[in-house]
């Protein structure tokens, strides 16, 4: 099965035949790759990054399940192309518009995250699996206030029955919950009332209010987490919360990217310039299961406390110690197996957003009815 691969270190990214390598720890490789960026250094400021260059100890990491072979004291990696899902760089990559248009022919997505662990953009090669049929449904759909609202309503009834299945699970470990549940039942009757687009994300903002107000007693360590704050994140919770939710949201760019839906033309969240909405709207459904939950666990479990986070003035960002951590529980929570029940099968939980997406096909171009994921266990 394909795989999604995350590059932390400053490294170079080439094309070999069919495989992609991963170069980093040479720096005399990376002055020969970009000579003319170099020559517009004056000398005092190349040395000096020549030798922080080589006084960091860094690292490549891609695949969690594979061992790091190098190739020598290049330090190289190969890795087949046919075994790549995606790429996550946060590091400093380097690489041409060669290896761009290879990644277009092999039709890899790339995400890019900057210094801080933000998500910058994505790289997607051009759609291979057109449909024109379901493009004017999905606008036809989008156009219609009806329509629009239905789908939008089944977007918040699955994230609010994912966020209860969460807080039931801690209130039954003693946590003290049944208040902030009763809210968000009482909130959950009021979302089939909702007439138009402004009121409904009204509803959503309110249970996620709510939601969040539990997690103070969620989380076993001493950590004050009084709101959502998103741009910028002010502490160690906000900044891990705006983390996992792009990692969700690449995520299901990615999957919808593997199907025939245009990811510009959402429901939920309005359209707009220079972003996926659609991803928005799928990643609503699985935050609750893949971002929250890998945050109760890296916290309550001890695997990042207030050292790897870096706070300045007001905002606060991940250290790599962090972004690693939570990276790699992220990234075995996708390639978590369930038995399915209506398939019959075991599927991942990265085949879940797949099949949401197949799903929401089924609505647009056969008109069966969509039930957004609910999970059952």
Sequence with gaps: MKRNYYIFSNSIIRRKDNTVVFETGDWESLKTFDEKAASDLDSSDYEGKVEKFKKEQEELLLSYDIKDKFDGESSKKFVPVEDIEALYSFGEVRFNSRFLNFLSSQKIPMHIFNYYGFYSGSYMPREYL???????????????????????????????????KNLKYYNNRECGLNDEITKIDGLCMQIDHTSDIQSLMGIEGNIRMTYYSSWNKIIKEDISFEKRVKKPPDNMINTLISFGNMMCYTACLSEIYRTQLNPLISYLHEPGERRFSLSLDIAEIFKPIFVDRVIFKIINQRMVNEHDFDKKLNYCYMKESARKVFTKEFDEKLKTVIYHRKLGRNVSYRRLIRLECYKLIKHIIEGKTYEGFKIWW
């Design 130 to 164: 057109n449909s024109g049929n379901l493009l004017v449904k999905q606008v036809e759909h989008y156009s219609s206030p009806d329509k629009r609202i239905n789908l939008a309503k089944e977007f918040i009834h699955s994230a609010a029955f994912n966020i209860l």
